[in-house]
């Protein structure tokens, strides 16, 4: 479990609405970022036929088969088998590739501020810091180990900016620990923003605290026992849960890991994963009643998810109706072989290839 002592953190950061080229742990531009509530997607050229890599195939009307209204039926009853077989395909492939979540990604103002609260107050480790100065960017990686079998934080500095916002969107992020109570005393004692005290969770039994980072990134502290993963949680907000919960057991291969409604405080929580909540990091997607639209900010980034082929990955995400962002293929320069996409509300998620991530580490 997590001992909140004396160790070092860091997170990488991301856009704000400013120009700029700063990029991700992967090299993944960073590019001219506005929010808003609307989003413009340009999909670059795909480099492999669009649908070819699970089987689906246009139909070809096929001659003096139509029906009284002139439409060749035979050909719209092969392209809807055609879509469902290649629906099945995806489906199956996308539960035997091996994913895992990497590395969340997000902007801050200070990145020497917040390493030290998070190594000081939260007890992560710097793992590593990269600056890249003829993009004008700062990155820093951040956790509670190794990034080739651990979920990291990466922040992102970009110069000269020193404050972003953060929006309705995004929720916060869920620590591990061993003692809640003791782990607030110490935050206190280093100057840190509790902004909701040691208890337990309103209708259960769990133990957690709320705490603000120096750049009002929220973090929820859980008591556990020990576990293998203490940077465990992600939460973000969605207008639609069961649309959401489809999309990301079906583009993304994650498991429903459990579903709670809390009619009282009228909001409901699904917990979306690759492996149990008490060993794995888990997406923790909220909806509030009646709530179908929030801003997302200029601050969070983006989630990275390791796949075995980045082209299967792409074609899935756009079968089970997500948006494609950056077209699968290797980054300029160091060939590491990524995609990018918008799940329905509009959350970013980059795909790393496997193989080229552990090589990146090297």
């Known amino acids: ?61 096929l001659r003096g088969d139509v029906n009284s209204t002139g439409v060749a039926s035979s050909a719209g009853n092969a392209a809807q088998a055609s879509t469902s077989a290649a629906h099945e395909s995806a489906l199956e492939w996308v539960k035997k590739d091996k994913r895992r979540m990497l590395h969340v990604v997000y902007r801050v103002g200070d990145l020497d501020r917040t390493i030290k609260f998070y190594t000081e107050c939260l007890g992560m480790k710097l793992l590593r810091k990269r600056d890249i100065p003829e993009e004008k960017y700062t990155n820093a990686f951040l956790g ?26 995004f929720g916060h992020f869920g620590i591990a620990v061993d003692d809640v109570a003791k782990t607030v005393e110490l935050i206190k004692a280093k ?81 979306m994963g690759y492996g149990p909540e008490d060993k794995n990091v888990v997406l923790e997607l909220t909806y509030n009643y009646g709530v179908t639209d929030y801003d997302k900010g200029n601050a969070y980034a983006q989630i990275a998810i390791g796949t075995d082929d980045v082209y299967k990955t ?39 290839d496997n193989v080229d991530f552990l090589k990146e580490l090297e």
């Open 144 to 169: 509670y180990g190794p990034e080739d079998s651990h979920f990291v934080i990466e922040l992102t500095y970009n110069y000269g900016v020193d404050k972003y916002d953060i929006g309705t969107g």
């Open 1 to 61: 479990m997590v001992r909140i002592i004396s160790m070092a953190s860091s997170i990488r950061p991301s856009l704000s609405t400013f120009r700029f080229s700063s990029s991700s742990r992967f090299g993944l531009p960073l590019s001219s970022f506005t929010p808003s509530r609307n989003l413009v997607f340009s999909p670059l050229a795909s480099a492999v036929p669009q649908s070819q890599l699970f089987g689906l195939r246009a139909a070809k009307p």
């Open 314 to 352: 792409a074609e899935a995400i756009k079968l089970f109706g997500g948006k494609v962002t950056r077209e699968p293929g290797p980054l300029p320069g160091i060939n590491t072989k990524i995609t990018a996409c918008l799940d329905p509300d509009g959350w970013k998620t980059v795909f790393v």
């Open 191 to 271: 100057g840190g923003k509790v902004t909701r005290e040691p208890g337990p969770v309103k209708g259960g039994n769990t133990v957690i605290a709320f705490i603000e980072d120096p750049d009002g990134y929220k973090f929820e502290l859980l008591e556990r026992g020990p576990t293998p993963e203490p940077l465990c949680q992600v939460m973000l907000r969605v207008g639609d849960l069961d649309r959401s919960i489809n999309f990301y057991e079906q583009a993304f291969g994650m498991e429903l890991l459990r579903k709670r409604d809390n009619p009282e405080y009228k909001y409901t929580i699904a917990m």
